[in-house]
């Protein structure tokens, strides 16, 4: 649901922030939802970890759709007669 969300969002801020930065954004978001799940492990309590995983998964939505409409954005970019293609 936060990858729908967020899409949109990033598709409309591309050329204002930037298409790396976009990918290098989305990368440590999903990095740190990674990380997150791993620490998860450990956490005391299920309520606990009902919200951290919550939590890691919207960050993980975010992420990928930072990551993914950036990366459309640059096949866009770098092949422009082969759009529907890539």
Do not use: E, W
């Not at 740190?32 to 890691?56: D, E, K, Q």
Request: some cysteine.
């Amino acid at each position: 649901m936060s990858f729908a969300i967020v899409s949109p969002i990033v598709g409309k801020y591309l050329a204002k922030y930037g298409r790396r930065n976009f990918l290098i954004f989305g990368s440590v978001l999903i990095f740190l939802s990674n990380a997150g799940f791993v620490i998860l492990h450990y956490l005391p309590g299920r309520n606990t970890f009902i919200y951290g995983f919550t939590l890691m998964r919207l960050l993980q939505g975010v992420g990928t759709g930072c990551l993914q409409t950036a990366n459309y954005a640059i096949l866009a970019v770098t092949y422009p007669d082969m759009i529907d293609f890539a």
